[in-house]
């Protein structure tokens, strides 16, 4: 099972949507069960919970675990195939978000903006190194600050902005011809070529880790 997946495909982000769905994959989430065993936990007919289990395995958000007899049946032992979801703004890739269009620092909502692309950036990138079999070469920060004014944050925020400019001025190559581009949000991943409205280009070959 995995940590975490991200959903891009829109039939299965609506699958998962469904609340009787949702709490289904929560209860896999914890561990396989089948059918009957599920029927009493969601208080649900076990034939209306197969009909939902056939849903979420048709897009690839539960599988087989195996199998048991129980008197003259075969039980099927379903599992999620992660411990969590993110639905990717690719679902709705006509109306994603584009930090591109309004560009504010200062914005809210221009960071809901960013933290989307990364969302959608990430999930493909983590789709083609895993068809490709091969590790991604990623990086994150994440911390916490309390700032006793609203001069120290603008005192940090500033300098924050100059060092990591200075950092991108010295190690950026534009003209290396096997360099790779990368994107930092305070987070550092491979840059997905552009396709135009409907997403980014799937991964080819993203570089393995050290």
């Known amino acids: 099972m995995l ?25 896999l989430a914890a561990g396989p069960a089948s059918a009957a065993m ?50 990717s703004p690719l679902a709705l890739a006509s109306v994603q978000p584009d930090p591109d269009r309004f560009r504010d620092q200062l914005s809210a909502r221009w960071l809901l903006a960013l933290g989307a692309r990364l969302v959608r950036d990430a999930g493909s990138l983590v789709t083609g190194a895993a068809k490709a079999r091969k590790r991604l070469a990623t990086y994150a920060l994440d911390g916490e600050v309390r700032f006793a004014s609203a001069a120290d944050r603008a005192a940090f925020v500033e300098e924050l902005t100059a060092g990591v400019s200075a950092l991108i ?27 135009g409205a409907d997403g980014p280009a799937p991964v080819s070959g993203p570089e393995p880790t050290p």
Request: proline content about 6%.
């Open 38 to 87: 599920l029927a009493g936990k969601v208080d649900l007919p076990r034939q209306k919970v197969n009909y939902h289990l056939k849903a979420l395995e048709r897009h690839g958000l539960v599988e087989l675990a195996g199998e048991r007899r129980k008197g003259n049946v075969t039980e099927r032992l379903m599992r999620a195939t992660a411990a969590s979801y993110v639905i």
């Open 169 to 195: 001025r010295k190690y950026d190559a534009p003209g290396a011809e096997s360099g790779r581009d990368h994107r930092i949000v305070v987070a550092l991943h491979p840059t997905l070529k552009p396709t």
């Open 3 to 27: 940590d975490v997946t991200v959903i891009e495909d829109p039939e299965a982000a609506a699958v998962c949507l469904d609340p009787i769905r949702a709490g289904l994959l929560a209860e």
